[in-house]
């Protein structure tokens, strides 16, 4: 007789346990993912001038980096990647450093010899910080 209240107590306790990690776990997923992702568009155009497109819905972010031209083999090029989990490859420049844990999260990369960082603050580029304005387009030497 013993070993049924023991049985059941263990089940009851089992029970409780996982709706706490199940609510706690959705909770912190949505907490990590409900800002979304940055979205960059690699563009080069007919000369093959590249330049960025970074846009993040939630912080109103919407601004273009173009580089020194011409720096690059593509031309009429467009790609827009989400930077929603660890990504390695983008179509120029390398990536140093992306944290998407909770997003936007850090995302860090050398592109034609240039730093260029995203973070949800500030965009920094070769280490001096440009505030987060819509519409505003940097042009690099």
Same mark, same amino acid.
């Given at each position: 007789m013993r070993s049924d209240g023991l049985f059941k107590h263990l089940a009851i306790s089992l029970g !409780?346990?996982? &709706? /706490?990690? /199940?609510? !706690?776990?959705? =909770?912190?997923?949505?907490?990590?993912?409900?800002?979304?992702? =940055?979205? &960059?568009?690699?563009?080069a155009d007919d000369v093959g001038v590249p330049s960025l497109l970074i846009s993040q819905t939630n912080l109103n972010v919407s601004e273009t980096i173009v580089f020194p031209a011409p720096t690059n083999g593509l031309t009429n090029f467009s790609r827009t990647i989400a930077f929603e989990e660890q990504l390695a490859d983008l179509p120029f420049g390398e990536m140093v450093f992306q944290d998407p844990t909770f997003l936007p999260g850090t995302v860090t990369m050398r592109l034609f010899g240039h730093l260029v960082e995203f973070l949800p603050r500030v965009l920094i580029v070769d280490k001096k910080e440009y505030p987060w304005q819509a519409g505003a387009v940097i042009q690099l030497h």
């Open positions: !409780i346990a996982l &709706v /706490f990690y /199940f609510s !706690i776990f959705g =909770w912190l997923e949505h907490r990590r993912t409900f800002k979304g992702p =940055w979205m &960059v568009k690699f563009r």
